[in-house]
């Protein structure tokens, strides 16, 4: 199977804009998260989707949204970009097999966003 | 809110050392418990995990964990390193509350000298 896969790899932003990123979960998995990964915060829960909907929140702006789609992809949005924003961008997905509510998550290569 | 704490965030090692990496965690109710590694240039892979049953859980690459419950510790073991085990190492708990929501360790940058 293919991995997770996150578009683009790369991006570089000015502080004030918005910005998409995109991620395809593995196929069969109907979990997707996202995680933001700094040097000085770590990597740190941003939300999850499942089945369309959001499932779980972290602690973070409402600058930041998600969505899902029927085909499970998702995306995260960042609006009024913040130099603060600079990270890696995770998406994980899983699925939700075994009758378990959670499960092991399975991490793409991320999207390095870079506001300046 | 439940944390996950690394104790140590820098460790050198000669090739066939062993290692040890300590991870605490805070939260009294059930927990399902992940190490991750990241090798250089790489992403975020899973190591091994634990959601019940044998608290000695093995997992690939020859590293092994024990799941402590009286101590809230998840510790990760390897009897001998090697130069390709030079990685950042991540412990992360998943506690409570349904869905799949990761919370990390600080992580480990791991360095196996020759």
């Known amino acids: 199977k293919a991995g997770v896969t996150q578009t683009p790899r790369y991006l570089i932003k000015t502080r004030g804009q918005q910005v998409t990123l995109s991620c395809s979960p593995i196929?069969?998995?109907?979990?997707v998260s996202w995680y933001q990964q700094t040097p000085g915060q770590g990597l740190q829960f941003l939300f999850e989707?499942?089945?369309?909907?959001?499932?779980n929140k972290g602690n973070f702006p409402g600058r930041f949204s998600g969505r899902q789609f029927s085909n499970s992809r998702s995306e995260m949005n960042v609006s009024t970009l913040e130099l603060g924003d600079s990270a890696l961008y995770l998406c994980?997905?899983?699925?939700?097999?075994?009758?378990?509510?959670?499960?092991?998550?399975?991490f793409g290569p991320g999207t390095r966003l870079t506001v300046l | 809110a439940q944390s996950v704490s690394q104790h140590n965030h820098h460790v050198i090692l000669s090739e066939a050392a062993s290692l040890e990496l300590g991870c605490n965690y805070s939260?009294?109710?059930?927990?399902?418990l992940f190490w991750y590694v990241q090798y250089p240039g790489q992403h975020l892979q899973l190591l091994l995990k634990y959601f019940s049953g044998d608290p000695l859980v093995k997992g690939i690459k020859g590293f092994e964990a024990e799941f402590i419950k009286s101590k809230f510790s998840f510790n990760l073991r390897k009897p001998s390193v090697q130069w390709s085990d030079t990685a950042e190492y991540f412990c992360a708990v998943n506690a409570g509350g349904g869905g799949n929501k990761l919370t990390f360790g600080t992580g480990t940058q791991l360095k196996v000298e020759l």
């Open positions: 196929s069969g998995h109907r979990s």
């Open positions: 939260y009294g109710g059930t927990v399902n």
């Open positions: 994980a997905s899983s699925s939700p097999g075994s009758g378990r509510l959670t499960d092991t998550q399975y």
């Open positions: 989707y499942f089945s369309e909907t959001q499932r």
